[in-house]
């Protein structure tokens, strides 16, 4: 066997070439394609801006409070995300909307002052025939 004895030179050259080697075939596209995907990246916002951001949004988020107070919504208060003003209109006349059609629902309504109906008519009269006549008409409205 044959022992091969190479000098420090010439391993420092060989280690050498296969780093150069290795940074033009696999190191550099990389930072290629990472300085092309950076012009993708947002911009970095200062101080400023972002105390600017957070004030606007903690004053749309008072406006959305205020206006859900205003229509007597407060309770849907932890349930609506909205992103913009139309959103909050659409959905503050939604829910009010909804919330009147509840409480007319809940309402009281008083026995004596119900619509009656045509059968209920004839059922008080007794006439049995007048109201299968009145069934059978609703079968074919």
Do not use: C
């Not at 009147?100 to 009281?108: A, C, T």
Request: proline share 3%.
């Amino acid at each position: 066997m044959s022992e091969t004895n190479f000098t420090q030179e010439q391993v420092d050259e060989a280690i050498q070439n296969a780093k150069n080697e290795w940074v033009s075939q696999e190191l550099n596209p990389i930072v290629t394609e990472r300085d092309g995907l950076l012009k993708y990246k947002p911009k970095e916002l200062s101080d400023d801006e972002k105390a600017f951001k957070q004030q606007q949004q903690d004053f749309f988020t008072q406006k959305v409070d205020f206006q859900l107070e205003k229509n007597g919504l407060t309770p849907f208060k932890d349930v609506i995300k909205v992103e913009n003003e139309e959103e909050l209109t659409t959905i503050v006349e939604a829910l009010t909307q909804i919330t009147k059609k509840i409480k007319l629902d809940s309402g009281y309504i008083p026995d004596n002052h119900l619509e009656e109906n045509e059968y209920d008519k004839f059922s008080k009269e007794g006439n049995v025939s007048g109201m299968i006549g009145s069934k059978l008409s609703q079968l074919f409205k």
